[in-house]
């Protein structure tokens, strides 16, 4: 069962408490910018985990203003649309979980918060490769501060040029379960208040693992990908 930390108290909490029950996420940026696009990616991976778990979600956006941009932004990146939300009771959910920046003292109820990144790269944050800033993004964990710089981006652009042509290669081999362990080691890094770098360290050791078949590596990078959201099969039919 997926565990996230409240901001309230700082203690681990059931991110969706009732069985099946609809949980509500609401993203709150407080403006366009890398931080801003951070908690749009926390609240993006936050559904995606539910939604691996068999919990029914609701996404909304709750922003002052530039819903327009903030869309944008959000798709470049790789997010799932949302709805736009005004803070009041919906369809009767279980649960609401405020994604925020972090330090916000509201709204009310379980908050989810984000720390702040520093931008260093050359150019604006949507001139970038948008797909290596999400994974740049996700090897720091939600809670730490990030700085993004020229050589941050670099090397997330390498690491998914790499995975995206091994899995391409991988796909033409015979599929292969995903180990059970390795399931569990995954599973267990996202449950745990979405610990995406411990999610990326299982994909690197997987990938370094002589004793794994192709097929198997194949099927584990795409089982990660569906809450990682890289798009790592797409290079799928491609001339080698």
């Given at each position: 069962m997926l565990r996230i930390t409240d901001a309230r108290t700082g203690e681990l909490v059931d991110a969706a408490p009732a069985r099946r029950g609809l949980t509500r996420v609401e993203a709150h940026p407080q403006g366009l910018d890398p931080t801003g696009l951070r908690?749009?990616?926390?609240?993006?991976l936050l559904l995606?985990?539910?939604e691996l778990g068999g919990t029914p979600v609701w996404a909304l956006l709750a922003a002052e203003g530039r819903h327009a941009?903030?869309?944008?932004a959000a798709d470049a990146l790789g997010?799932?649309?949302f709805e736009d939300g005004d803070g009041a009771a919906g369809l009767g959910e279980a649960q609401v979980?405020?994604?925020v920046d972090e330090g916000r003292t509201e709204p009310d109820g379980v908050r989810v918060a984000v720390a702040p990144v520093t931008w260093s790269a050359p150019g604006a944050p949507e001139e970038a490769d948008?797909?290596?800033l999400r994974l740049a993004l996700l090897t720091h964990p939600r809670h730490a501060p990030a700085v993004i710089d020229a050589d941050a981006l670099d090397r997330a652009a390498d690491t998914l040029r790499r995975w995206r042509g091994a899995?391409?290669?991988w796909a033409r081999r015979p599929s292969r379960p995903v180990p059970d362990e390795v399931r569990a080691e995954l599973r267990a890094a996202w449950e745990d208040d979405l610990d995406t770098a411990a999610v990326l360290g299982a994909l690197r050791a997987v990938e370094a693992d002589p004793g794994l078949p192709d097929g198997a590596r194949f099927e584990t990078y795409a089982y990660a990908d569906r809450l990682l959201g890289l798009d790592l099969a797409r290079d799928l039919g491609h001339p080698a």
């Open positions: 908690v749009l990616l926390a609240a993006d995606r985990a539910l941009e903030l869309r944008a997010i799932r649309p979980l405020h994604v948008q797909a290596a899995v391409a290669d």
